[in-house]
C-alpha cells in the first residue's frame, strides 16, 4: 500500500526567504507525482506534475524534483512571498491508485 | 473554462436526512473520484469511476452510493446522513494514462447536525 509522507506538517518563514518542502513515498511503481496549493476553505489547485520518467518541472518560483529510487519529491520555492501562504499536498499517482499526503502548511511573514 | 464543477458549495442536514451532490467535468475525462477531507487526516476516497458505466469502492465507501450518470457527470449520494459525514467532499477527474493530471472542484462543505 502507497504512503506518502510530507515534512514538515507545518512552516513559517519570512518573506524572501527561499524553501523546500518535503515529500516521500513507499511506492516507487509511480505514474507520476502533482503537487498542489490549498487555501483555507478552497478547493486544490495544480501547481506541478511530474512524470516518472522525469526528474524535475519548473514553474515561475516553483521547482519540482522527483527521486524514484529514493522515494522523494520536494518543492523548492524561490523568493517567497505572503501570498504563497498555503497548504501544499503532494499526491503520488499510480494505476488506479491516487494517493496523499497531509501536507504542509506554509506561512509567510511579512 | 469550467474545469470541475460542484454543487451545492454548502449543505446542513439533520441526521438521518437524504441528499445527492453533484460533479460535472467538461474536459472530456474517464476517470472521475469522489474523496473526503476531513482535519489531519488528509484526503480519503470514497468512490472511483475509471470510466462511464463503472464504479468502485474506495477507502471509506460505508454510507454512501455513486451514479456515474454519463461521460461528464458523477455523483454521491447519502441516503441516511450521520454526523460523521460532515466533512469537505471533493470531486476530482483525469485522463487515465501517466500525463494528465488531476483536476479538482472547489469543494462542498456538509454539515449533519
Given amino acids: 500500500k502507497q504512503e506518502v509522507t510530507q515534512i514538515p506538517a507545518a512552516l513559517s518563514v519570512p518573506e524572501g526567504e527561499n524553501l523546500v518542502l518535503n515529500c516521500s513515498f513507499t511506492d516507487s511503481a509511480i505514474y507520476n507525482l502533482q503537487w498542489f496549493r490549498q487555501d483555507p476553505g478552497k478547493g486544490l489547485t495544480s501547481l506541478l506534475l511530474i512524470q516518472s520518467s522525469q526528474r524535475e518541472q519548473t514553474s515561475g518560483r516553483l521547482n519540482a524534483s522527483l527521486d524514484k529510487s529514493s522515494g522523494r519529491s520536494t518543492l523548492y520555492i524561490a523568493a517567497s512571498q505572503p501570498g504563497d501562504s498555503a497548504t501544499y499536498l503532494c499526491v503520488s499517482r499510480g494505476y488506479q491508485k491516487v494517493t496523499f499526503g497531509i501536507g504542509t502548511k506554509l506561512q509567510v511573514i511579512p | ?113
Avoid at chain 2, 11 to 17: D, E
Avoid at chain 2, 34 to 60: F, H
Avoid at chain 2, 104 to 113: A, E, H, Q, S
Fill in chain 2, 1 to 113: 473554462n469550467a474545469g470541475v464543477t460542484q454543487t451545492p458549495k454548502f449543505q446542513v442536514l439533520k441526521t438521518g436526512q437524504s441528499m445527492t451532490l453533484q460533479c460535472a467535468q467538461d474536459m472530456n475525462h474517464n476517470s472521475m473520484y469522489w474523496y473526503r477531507q476531513d482535519p489531519g487526516m488528509g484526503l480519503r476516497l470514497i468512490y472511483y469511476s475509471a470510466s462511464e458505466g463503472t464504479t468502485d469502492k474506495g477507502e471509506v465507501p460505508n454510507g454512501y452510493n455513486v451514479s456515474r450518470l454519463n461521460k461528464r457527470e458523477f455523483s454521491l449520494r447519502l441516503e441516511s446522513a450521520a454526523p460523521s459525514q460532515t466533512s469537505v467532499y471533493f470531486c476530482a477527474s483525469t485522463l487515465t494514462g501517466a500525463n494528465s493530471p488531476l483536476h479538482f472542484g472547489n469543494g462542498t462543505r456538509l454539515t449533519v447536525t
